[in-house]
């Protein structure tokens, strides 16, 4: 079984419309966090989150909102999706060791397409 | 401005060759830097990280880390077509942990 999973897949919406991508994590890491990636930019940064009560914004935040509704449960909503926000998503968790090395693990990617 | 950079490619190495993949930084008190593979519609997956200057193995890969000129490279001994794939350089700058990313390097192994 998927340490990390993502769901949905694949998901195509319209323009104006909420949608809420889940991720979900049996490592029993306390870090998670929200990426999305567009061809040529690389990975970006949404989200993260520490632990349940602490949510940080990274570089990308504005339009996204999160929640982390327990420590093996991380969402991420776009209140009301554009179309630049086509783009393929990843979930990442991370232990706590406090060590610059921690390692991040990544779910296998929900591809969204906004029309 | 991006402060993780890596030439997007694509690298094409003949198969059995090495195969070298660089990454330079900007931020000076970086600690710690990961390298990644990422299969076309696929998750990155973790290779290695390395935190000390010099050379760091692991079967056919090496990591490179030379913080007095701020890069860190990849070398893929003996490649294999299989080693075809996205190559991610990440960097820990260590203030909260997060991950720098550059937008990676495509590398084709020709067999």
């Known amino acids: 079984d998927a340490d990390v999973t993502q769901t949905p897949r694949n998901r195509i919406t319209k323009t104006g419309k909420r949608i809420m991508l889940e991720c979900s994590q049996t490592k029993g890491h306390d870090r998670m966090y929200w990426y999305r990636q567009d061809p040529g930019l690389g990975l970006r940064l949404i989200y993260y989150?520490?632990?349940?009560?602490?949510?940080n914004k990274g570089e990308i935040s504005d339009g996204y909102s999160v929640s982390r509704q327990a420590q093996a449960k991380f969402s991420l909503s776009l209140e009301s999706a554009i179309p630049n926000q086509t783009a393929l998503y990843f979930c990442?968790?991370?232990?706590?060791?406090?060590?610059?090395?921690?390692?991040?693990?990544f779910g296998p990617g929900t591809r969204l397409t906004v029309l | 401005q991006k402060e993780v950079e890596q030439n997007s490619g694509p690298l094409s190495v003949p198969e059995g060759a090495i195969a070298s993949l660089n990454c330079t930084y900007s931020?000076?008190?970086?600690?710690?830097f990961f390298w990644y593979r990422q299969y076309s519609g696929k998750s990155p997956e973790l290779i290695m990280f390395i935190y000390s200057n010099g050379d760091k193995e692991d079967g056919r890969f090496t990591a490179q880390l030379n913080k007095a000129s701020q890069y860190v490279s990849l070398l893929i001994r003996d490649s294999q077509p299989s080693d075809s794939a996205t190559y991610l350089c990440?960097?820990?700058?260590?203030?909260?942990?997060?991950?720098?990313w550059g937008a990676g390097t495509k590398l084709i192994i020709k067999p």
């Open positions: 990442a968790t991370s232990a706590l060791t406090g060590t610059s090395t921690d390692t991040q693990y």
């Open positions: 990440a960097v820990n700058q260590g203030s909260n942990y997060q991950l720098i």
């Open positions: 989150s520490f632990d349940v009560k602490d949510i």
């Open positions: 931020d000076r008190g970086s600690q710690s």
